[in-house]
């Protein structure tokens, strides 16, 4: 429809500029012809002097020389009027065509979903909806409630943390786009959820500046738990830019609407123990160095450090950042060593264990759900309020980090002799040397400043918390068709996030 489109409108365009062209040359032939005549008529001036005569021969020449002016005039106009005519015609019907840029960027989200999208979201926006965001934001606790945008709350922690907050009566807005790193239909599950518990979860990206602004208009939020992010160690080596577009430019967008508020909100967000990289001094504390990041995803979270000083620094947002440390339990990522361990044995498949390259055991700081979420609950009652307006510092504001940890390292061979007790079922073990992809030997979490300042204690172990894992995985996977064998998730062998 577009090709034939545009082959009329080069018609016409070629009929006005034919037609012009050919009155030009003929009108310019005759002109030519007058003014060899008028020449003539100018040099028998010369000869026999007579005013009349030299009057007349100049009036001629300069009227049809005015002709010719407004001729030529009146061609280009009609020229740029075909011309006009014919773009506006073509552009009408490319508007109206089902195959219009529109159409295309609506069809093609699958192309994009391994990374946070950084375009509009056509799901968002209406009475309706502006109506559901406003009462999922009203904060039904009194006096000390508090209203929180919840990016990724579609995600593992996200889910956990948004349900404790409406537990308790806080208003909560949850925003994820749903991406396909993972399993989506794991985040449709965990979206039910959220909505029995009267969260509303709006579906967008948080590089979408008009959303962003949307939200922030209609809702005074309080607080963001900033969660949202390209999660997992290895998958950087496949995919490093969505790591950018997420965890650093997503940051950014989030702290741009946060700062141009009219009332900034305090905001808490999701670091790693990540960014610990190759330090060895044991345990980590928040004043070691963190220079020296071992991934391409601790190198982000790392940055997101940096830019949160920067936004403290000259806007006054108060900011919170949170080292979270190999966060494990129900509602889970399928990219997680723990679940894919579990999905792997039932299905009677070998699972892959890294060893060190001088045979040294790779051990995790593992931290249950439950634990995580009341550190993130703790930081948001904890922290003070923004002091800047309109983008604009009042004053210094607060500025903290903490490791959110269970301060006890546990090597995989025993997290996989857990499981195989949970599932009464053996592990098919290889064990293997743990190659250069980002991943760290070991983790362990100091947790001193977390329990002074924010109250925080962790009470799960991971006898318990894998416990409790293996239930919700078998009721999620259940049988009786086997059908938890065929609920992949992704491939691996061990995470530090």
């Known amino acids: 429809m577009v090709m034939k489109l545009s082959r009329i409108g080069k018609a016409i365009l070629f009929w006005g500029t034919s037609r012009t062209d050919a009155s030009n040359r003929a009108r310019g032939e005759k002109w030519g012809k007058e003014r060899r005549i008028l020449k003539q008529m100018s040099y028998m001036d010369g000869a026999v002097p007579s005013i009349p005569a ?52 609506r069809s093609s989200p699958k192309t994009e979903r391994r990374s946070l999208r950084t375009s509009s979201s056509a ?52 925003l994820d786009n749903f991406n396909n790193y993972y399993d989506p239909s794991l985040k449709r599950a965990r979206q039910a959820l959220l909505s ?76 790693s123990s990540s960014v610990y990289g190759l330090n060895t001094q044991v345990p980590f504390s928040e004043s070691h160095r963190t220079d020296r990041p071992a991934s391409l995803y601790a190198a982000s979270k790392k940055a997101g450090e940096e830019i949160a000083h920067v936004y403290n620094h000259i806007y006054g947002l108060s900011i919170t950042g949170l080292r979270f440390f190999t966060v494990y339990g129900p509602w889970g990522r399928p990219d997680m060593a723990y679940f894919f361990f579990t999905r792997d044995i039932l299905a009677g498949k070998p699972i892959t264990i890294f060893e060190g390259s001088d045979g040294a055991t790779i051990a995790r700081d593992f931290t249950y759900i439950d634990d995580i979420v009341q550190g993130c609950l703790a930081s948001l009652d904890t922290a003070q309020k923004s002091t800047g307006s309109g983008g604009t510092k009042q004053g210094p504001a607060q500025l903290r980090v903490f490791n959110l940890g269970n301060t006890s ?20 073990r290889k064990v293997v040397k743990m190659p250069r992809n980002g991943d760290v030997q070991f983790t362990h979490a100091n947790i001193s400043l977390a329990k002074k300042v924010l109250g925080y204690h962790p009470t799960t172990n991971l006898q318990t918390g894998l416990k409790k894992f293996v239930k919700w995985y078998l009721t999620y996977y259940a049988p009786p068709s086997g059908s938890y064998l065929n609920k992949k998730g992704r491939g691996g062998s061990s995470s530090s996030s």
């Open 54 to 105: 030299k009057f007349k021969s100049e009036k001629s020449y300069h009227h049809h020389h005015h002709r010719f002016l407004r001729w030529h005039h009146f061609s280009f106009t009609k020229l740029l009027t075909l011309s006009f005519f014919a773009a506006a015609i073509l552009f009408a019907f490319f508007l109206i065509s089902p195959h219009s840029s529109s159409a295309v960027s």
């Open 123 to 174: 799901a968002w926006g209406g009475p309706e909806w502006e109506k559901h965001v406003r009462s999922s934001a009203r904060i039904r606790r009194r006096p000390f409630g508090i209203s929180v945008l919840v990016t990724g709350a579609a995600g593992f922690v996200g889910t956990h943390a948004s349900n404790a907050l409406r537990r308790r009566g806080d208003g909560v807005v949850g």
């Open 196 to 271: 029995k518990s009267g969260v509303f979860l709006v579906e967008g990206d948080i590089n979408d500046a008009l959303l962003l602004t949307k939200l922030f208009d209609l809702v005074t939020f309080t607080h963001v738990l900033h969660l949202a992010a390209q999660a997992g160690v290895r998958y950087a080596m496949v995919n490093p830019g969505s790591y950018v577009r997420s965890n650093v430019a997503g940051l950014v967008s989030i702290l741009e609407a946060a700062r141009s508020a009219t009332s900034q909100p305090a905001i808490v967000w999701a670091s």
């Open 409 to 428: 390292p546990v090597p995989v061979v025993e997290l996989v002799a857990i499981l195989e007790r949970h599932l009464k079922k053996k592990a098919k």
